[in-house]
């Protein structure tokens, strides 16, 4: 039996760990006295979280009924997850190191927005969104990113008319001055997978993150032909992440990975003109797609083109152990269309 | 004799004045025999007019006769043997065979209406002993026995009973003194009763022919009374002082009985105080009213059905008394008065007003009243096991209309069924307001804490202000047999609901709340486990215009939020004894094993309350009123206001989770007989609460985390914290409510999960969900706090 | 006295009797306002749900704590589809399981200040979640699976089962969650 699990992780970490996304309207400080936008705000006020490090004990969160292809029942356990203030020493140091997520003025939301407002027309919105972006400095508003452009003419859907914009060249700085959330309110987040193949627990990977912030991330909910439609907006910034692999103990540990001022900036889906669906078919399998913008018009593939969804990813410096990989940057990718069938499930 | 019914007067004041001043007027009896030593009464009599005049306006009895039980036209006899005993004391001993005595009609000022007719069937033994004062203030001293037994109430309007049958009655005065009074300037009669006991039965209360049950009661209290010339009104009328106390005695009690099952509360005292109690004749009303009403209830043993299992002790304490702009008043008026429809809120409210008062007019009799009410202060406490908890602070006021009378009623919307007899209580245009301080555990003086948001789950806001319109009608009949039965619409409008607020009004409110809620054959009934409410249907919309955090009226708001219910066979039972002993975090039988799960064993003792819920969500449908319902749950904002500033119904953008509904297994149109069940076992009970910071908290205590909450000693004001309790300091524990719930269902369906936006029109996006199998065993301890 | 009269005839006066509405300060007695300190366990399916002692035959087993039987847990099934015959259902298969927590805690509370300045500027009502110190799992498990349709008795009912959770163990929390409106209604 083989199961695209990956797919299905990465979703529901998604769902479960970050909240969401989309362009927020924004709150700048004047509008404080009266803010826009009605909705419910969510603030986490010193807040620490720590899932135990106690595997020996069967302290920790499983993940099975995989197996893999001899076979082999496969258990993945998460079995340490903390939430913390900066300084948490890789975990070691949770409770009594408390952060706030959100602010007050700048809170998680959940709320109904009126599509009107925000190109999904005579549509109502149902948004989670995590902390406000502020406008900055970027070329883009409400990007970490500060870059250099250039001109060009691409077509977006083969065969399709070709569309002309700036594109990002090069990544030449980062402007955390974007984020609401101020320096000490960004958190230390760390996770330690343990996989146990056929009742062996192999190895274990853990992942800590310092400085971390989802600010400007939305999910974005709405019904059109009476199913769901979504689009999503994440923006993941971490000053710094180091990964490492151990063996079962969690000792003998390989080098580490150290990513240093990692920054996530991707939108999925354009309003119902590229939805996202998340459905199960009759057969029992699911399908996550992203919209085709074949046969669109070429005024909206000139839209597209520079206003549309994109995905943007930028690594200032990548080192494993002591070796200096230099900065990595992925940058204007745009999906034209996306489905994903889970198949012989 | 007279002084006789002075006497009574004195117990029933607004019933006797009249009376009194009649008997005075009126030759009522024929009398045989010789005086001295025995007298023969054998009459019947009929006077067309009664009437007590009070500065010009006058109360009628109208058309009364007096006569055989059998035959109200016929003589019955009564005889008083009069003898005087050997220390010089006059004795009188009475005997009333079989008597009626009706009142065709009770009017004020020659009015179209009249209360309705009265009559009383009765056969009473009386004994009187008047002898010489010990006390020289007293103009005459006795004791006074009497028994009235196989006795009838019965009153009719508009040709339709509500009787009270098989009265029995029985009072035993030790020790009666009257003498005259003073109050400042004023000189009146005093009248004091000491150990008065006093016993009471009724075999039935009737409607028709059917019963409601039965009502019977122990009293034992002292009590004194002054009576003045002048009312509130003008310089006639009358007013009274009055003080009673309900003897400490373990044989008090007071009991409903339903099919051979009772709701009974024993071993009970208190007391009771009522200053310039006033009874005044206006134009078209009797005004009634007192200055100030105060009393103490103290029950010691309450059982509902099960009479092995008591629930606990309640104590009550209360004042009613002038303030806030209100004072306590009641004007009662003949027959019945139709409320200004076009007052009425809305136009629903307008129609359902129309048709329960169709049929009725000015000339209808009944009873209306016109009251206005506040209640100071009010202390409830209760006690379970010797646990206190006390709902601290109960203010109330408001006014508004009210009306009674009999008549007969399609009870079960089914034309071939023969109609019952039915009470119907009409409440208009009342406006009023309640709130509550918050708790205090432990005593009645321990500190007053949060925690009223507690009482939420049994329905019961922390503080309200209402408009309500509602009509009830109160039929025979429950479930077994006996029991009651209602069947009302009620309309709250433009009403005020905190749900938890601080002592500066700020809070979390529902504001601007429409409510109205249909009930449909409520069937009461008290069963050998305990009490219950059937609905055999009920449908409601809860319209909440702003869910408010902070104040009532500027605080921000989330919106509007609108609950739409609709029920078929839901229920609600409240049974005695509480949790028992439970394990708390882990499952174990005993404590042995419930501590090697890991969890904490608890005894809640035997005292306590179990309620258990019942709740069958119907699909969408039609009501018996021909309405169509559902169950719905909607959230709207971004809505559009209107020129004042008030955001406008409908406006805006809303999630509507529409036609949630429960079944038995297989989807909405399966049967519908387990529904939604909630059992909450209700104990009080010593809760662990631990420091969640090292540090010092809001009082100053310093403690580290973890660290439990333990006061100093049972005055529960001061308190440290400890690292680990001993067992005495463990019974020092913060009291708080422990309880036991279980909540399943067998399937819960919600249709669909809509988006809806004011132009665009509603979008589905999720087109159903269903939940299935749900068990949720909970142990909770919740604690005020302060 | 003549003023008790007066008050009481303009009350009187309308008969029927018609209330002006409640001031806007009459509510201001309310006093004393801690909120609720709430620890306790709560525990899923430890012995099956109600379909299982009578439900439909597919339902019916006998569960216990021990029981790894599917159908001893509960069931929650979303269509996030139109519902019409080419859609199916997402899943949470057999719940199952136990938590306990010591010190969770609601009240209201006024900011005004602090939170590095923001409590100022916001100066407003927040309801406070008081996280409990601690949160215990026991036995926590579900099935994440995908159907055809939303209950196991419908016809041509088929699951595919895609992973199960199973948590145990003890998380520590600290922090308040503050909830509250963000703007207008």
Redesign the interface.
Known sequence: MT?Y?PL?VLL?GLFSSFPALAELQLLDDSA?????????????????????E?VA??????????TNKDGDDVVLSISQFYIAGAGSNQGAD???N?V?LG???Y?Y?I??????EIGI??????EFASPARFTGSSSKAYSLLGYNTESRTESRFPGQATASGERIDSISAIDTSVLSS?D?ELADIGVRFDLEVDSVRAQSLQAHASGVAVDGSSLR????????VSNINLNLYIQDLTVFACDADGNNCGADVNLQNFVLESQLGYGEEQPV??????????TVEVGSIEGKTTAFYNDFYTQGPRTDIYIDKVMVGDADFGSATVANLQIQYLRAT?RD? | MKKIIITISALFPCLCFAGLISLEDSELQKINGQAGVTLETDGHFTIAELAYTDDGNTLQLENIEQGSQADISQNSLHTQVVDIAADGRLQIRSTLAPTALQIGAVRINNSAASFGQFRLNYSAESYLTLGATTDSDNYVEGSYQTAISDAELIWTTNGNSLSFDDIGYNADISRLAISSATDGSRTGLGISLDEFSYRFSTGGMKLGDISLGTLDASLAISGNAEIYAGGRDGSEGLSVNADMIILDDPDNYVRYTDDGNSLFMGDFNGDLKLTNFTFDVMTDHLLLGYDELSGSFNANRILIGDSSNPVGSVQLDFLFADGNGYQNRFALYPGIVLPDYSALPTAAIQNYATDFYSGLDDSSDGLSAALQWNLANAEAAYIDDGRMVVVSGIESYGSGNLTLDVRSFDHDGNTATADKTAIALGLSQVSGSYSIDGLRVGNKNSPLQGGAELLLSLEVFQTMDFNLNGYTLITAGGVSGGGIQLDGDYFFTDSNIGLSVDENGRGVWATGVDYDIHLRGLQVDVSSTGISMNRTEQWSTMDIDNMRWGDRDSGTS??RVVLERFEKGSSLTINPGGSGAVCVGGSGGDETSCAAAGGRWEDRGDEGMTVALKAAFEPEGYTSDGSLARNRLT????RSVDASGNPQSGS????IFDGFSTNDGLGPADSNDYGFQANLKIDVYETKVAKKFTGTDDNGVYGEQGDELIYDDDSRTSYTYVASPTDAEQLLRPLGFAVQGNVSFKDFQIDQV??????????????GIVMQNMDITTNLTATPIR | MKKTIITLLSFLSVSAIAMEPMSADDMGMVTGQGGVYLSGDLTINENGGPLNVDGPSAWQASCDTATADAVCGARIAV????NA??????VLDNIRGRFSFEGLTLKTRT?NSG??G??A??NSD?LEVG?PNSLEYESVSL??A???SARPTDANF????????????????????????????
Do not use: C
């Open positions: 199961k699990l299905t529901s404080l006295g009266n803010v826009e936008g009605e909705g419910i705000g969510l603030v986490l006020e010193d807040f620490a979280f720590e899932a135990g106690d004990n069967g302290n920790r969160l499983d993940i099975s009924g995989i949770v409770i009594g408390p706030n602010r007050l003025l809170p939301n709320e109904l927005v009126d599509g009107d027309d005579g549509r109502a919105v149902f101020r000490s909910l709405w019904g059109a032909d009476n199913q769901m669906t998340f459905e199960v078919e009759a057969d029992g399998n699911f889970s499930l | 989330l919106g959230w709207e904002n971004n805006g953008t809303q999630i809509q988006l809806s936006h004011p132009s665009g029109g509603a979008q589905t996006v999720f087109s | 269509n996030t589809g139109d015959g080419s859609s199916g259902w997402f900011i939170f590095e923001d409590g500027a916001f927040v996280l099935t994440v995908n159907s055809s088929q699951q595919t089962n895609i992973f199960t959770l199973n948590i145990n163990g003890q998380a520590n929390l600290q922090g308040n969650l503050l909830v509250y409106p963000t703007g207008t209604p």
